[in-house]
């Protein structure tokens, strides 16, 4: 069954026709790769199904829901994560702090006034955060100011506090850019260990064709904002269209 | 304690006992020698001192947590104090009902000004702030006349209605016929220590408002406050909504302004449309700031600083310096005192603006974060001592190279 359904969505801006006719069915618990040359649309889409931007046509729809409209908080409540190219989190805060955030955020929802209780007594979501950086082996860095992480255990951060609100669908930005490969191997190890121990599905966008193959049950090949061909990794390695458009130029 | 852990209920006691110390603390030099001059323990200044903690204490609450930059809260001071003289002509002179009606209102004018402000963020919303208060500000000096008497100011007067006090009830500020303005002096070794009633008003609420934001700070919402400041992006991926949150803190620090505003009523009960001028609202940021902008106790002692600064440094005039420097020949002597005299007295606000570079410059953390380095070098020299002596393995029962630990503010404070 497809947890994500995007019909028909199309965008402009300005001159620039960003999206064209892109359909796109994402099937539960699985990895759809969206792969293309720069320019293609990726970023687009994604911020499409994120609440960030609002297509003019077509409609987005996740477990049968609408998500066109939606504030990003909103959608988030709805059970969508999102991963971005640079790592955002809380650089002011500790390690620990960062991962109570979205525990709060999933048992107060949007919104809660609660300026009379004490973190310090919330055992509960204490013990949630803790274990989620146990499970992402930081629990050792808890009291760490996260902007004095390396880049990687940001990254790793990131996905801990997405994952934390246990997700149904998870969007990743180039979870790799600008990663040496040593890492980026280590990061498709992460992301295949949170697809053997949780159910949840995932919507990755990637340059690099190595974390695509390893990873992706299904392919989406975007060129000038329209999807170009779907098919698996097996299929679309040897597929003329896309060596045409992408990694025909890249060869 | 009160929902405390251990730190912050030492951190709390530490602060109520300065509080309420303040008559001794602020008055270290006898009456007679040449010093006291420097002596700031008279009511009017410690409780300015006091309502002012206030105001910078909720400021903080919006700037220091939550990292909107507000350069209108004196809006919200203004409106409090009309509010509270209000109270005092149409119910009672009794404080109570003035500085609640203060509060309330603040709130409520913060809210609608709030909701408009918080549409943006960063440099747009302090001009939007800048432009409410600045509006506010003109149409009480003006527009509003029948309400806020324009330039003259509200007053009180024998003939407003009054409906709660009956005809004997007393004329001035009271709680319940104790009236502020009473004082008890204690003369002791040639020191002369005041103790008044509306000093220690404002003192007792200072501590609770500090109280409530002590608890503000440690709560999930100040949590979510905190994130505020370092990300919104993540914070909306994350399922928070940062509107009614940053609302919320633009509420709280105006309901904080609005009973700063009913206090200075409080303590002189009269209103003006001065005190909502733009310079006052860069006042509580030059405070803030001057403090430690995020720490608890920084904005209190910024308040504290400026407001001790300003009444000390005003009142040296040239006659004052002339005495001082009396010894010198008389060319320098002029020479000096010409020289002093653009620092002190009418001058004593470029005395500010050169602290207030100082600070930015050399302690971005503010007086908290001077506090804590002095705070760790004391710590560090005696430990360097026992280094150098050979070390005595665990020596906790040797009181000479084991100091007890200063209270350290700056860390308490975070």
Known sequence: MAILEVKDVSKRFGGLQALRDVNLSVAENTVHAIIGPNGAGKSTLLNCLVGKLTPDTGSVLFQGQSVLGRKPHEINQMGISRVFQTPEIFGDLSVQENMLIPVFAKRDGAFRLHPFETVEHEREVIDEAMAALEEFGMADKRHMHAASLSRGDKRRLEMAMCLVQRPRLLLLDEPTAGMARANTNRTIELLREIMERRDITMVIIEHDMHVVFSLADRITVLAQGMP???????????????KEAYLGEAA | MLGLNKRDTRFLIIVILLTLFTPFLLQPFPEESALAQFNGGYPDLMAKIAIFGIFAMGFNILFGLTGYLSFGHAAFLGVGSYAAVWMFKLLTMNVFPAIIVAVLVAGLFSAVIGYISLRRSGIYFSILTLAMAEMSYRLAYSVLTPITNGETGL???????????GADAAQYPNLFGLELSQSWKLELASHVFTFNVGFYFCAVVAIVMFYISLRIARSPFGLVLKAIKSNQTRLNYTGMNTRPYTLAAFVISGMYAGLAGGLMA????????????WTASGEVVIMTILGGAGTLLGPVLGAGAIKYLENIFSKINENVLHEWFAFLPDGMEDAVIWLIARFTGEG?????GVMFMAVVIFLPGGLVEGGGRIAAWFRRKPAAGAGAGGGDGDGDGDPEHHPKPTPRIATLGD
């Open chain 1, 228 to 242: 170009l061909v779907e098919d698996t990794p097996e299929n679309i390695k040897g597929h003329p269209k896309v």
């Open chain 2, 155 to 165: 007053q009180v007067r024998d003939s407003d209605p009054r409906i709660l006090d």
């Open chain 2, 266 to 277: 409080v303590m002189d009960p009269l209103a003006g449309a001065e005190r909502m001028v």
């Open chain 2, 348 to 352: 004593w606000h470029l005395t500010l």
